[in-house]
């Protein structure tokens, strides 16, 4: 497939425009064994030593737009949009890590070559979800606040583990749709809604394994807390490799 984008993002260090070997072929997403699972988060670890310079000036530089973004009206929201242009960089440059090369500050910004009207697209979508979300919650919580008003406390009780379980079903699968369609879209080239649908099959059928690789992700977040931001500037790249390693199991077959 011809995808010629030199003339629209290119550095001289790193061919961004460049064709991506993923070293594996896509199949779709398959069911990988548990015990595989628990890989992720060391394969994100190598991915990180490989290339600790660049992947902790990277996470320096996006968190500084970030703060400069949040300062500036509408920006942040504007911001916003581009999160998952960014984050589709990252993993385009997670693959070139994979491949050898080094990690540069550069490739947060490449998911501008690739298919950046479909990853504003996708930022679109949380913004959408917390749209839907604020409906649901003008309509059921004045219901819920007269439960509470009246005294019911075990009819309040019952109608808010209602209501939670209904977000819960509303949330879950979207956050399963959106998880890997950023690198769905920036390396296999996956149009939008495809990118969702295989993203959500792949979470369906692997879903404890992510559960868990969630889990051990909020504890790292934590760990990285305490240590201030420069845990976290270490702790957020091997998450981003842990994920990289969880497309790779999850979609790919033959990976060397």
Not at 47 to 63: C, E, I, N
Not at 94 to 118: D, I, N
């Amino acid at each position: 497939m011809d995808n010629d984008t030199s003339n629209l993002y290119q550095t001289p260090e790193a061919r961004l425009d460049a064709s991506i070997d993923t070293k594996g072929n896509y199949s779709g997403p398959k069911h990988v064994p548990f015990s595989l699972s628990l890989q992720w988060i060391s394969k994100g670890f190598e991915l990180f030593k490989r290339s600790p310079g660049g992947w902790l000036l990277t996470m320096l530089v996006g968190f500084l737009m970030s703060i400069l973004a949040n300062f500036i009206p509408l920006v942040n929201l504007v911001y916003g949009l581009f999160m998952y242009v960014f984050l589709g960089g990252i993993f385009i440059g997670a693959q070139k890590v994979y491949e050898g090369e080094k990690f540069e500050v550069s490739y947060l910004f490449a998911g501008f070559s690739r298919y950046p009207g479909r990853l504003i697209l996708l930022g679109l979508m949380p913004l959408l979800m917390a749209m839907f979300v604020g409906v649901l919650a003008a309509v059921f919580l004045p219901a819920y606040q007269g439960f509470v008003d009246q005294g019911g406390g075990s009819g309040a009780a019952v109608f808010g583990i209602i209501l939670g379980v209904i977000m819960m079903l509303v949330t879950i699968p979207f956050m399963m749709a959106v998880w890997f369609s950023p690198v769905l879209i920036v390396l296999h080239e996956l149009p939008l809604t495809t990118a969702m649908k295989e993203s959500f099959y792949g979470c369906a059928r692997n879903l404890i394994s992510l559960i868990v690789l969630m889990v051990i992700s909020i504890i790292l977040m934590m760990i990285g807390g305490v240590l201030a931001i420069v845990g976290l500037f270490v702790v957020m790249p091997i998450l981003f490799g842990a994920n990289f390693a969880a497309y790779q199991d999850i979609f790919l077959t033959k990976v060397e």
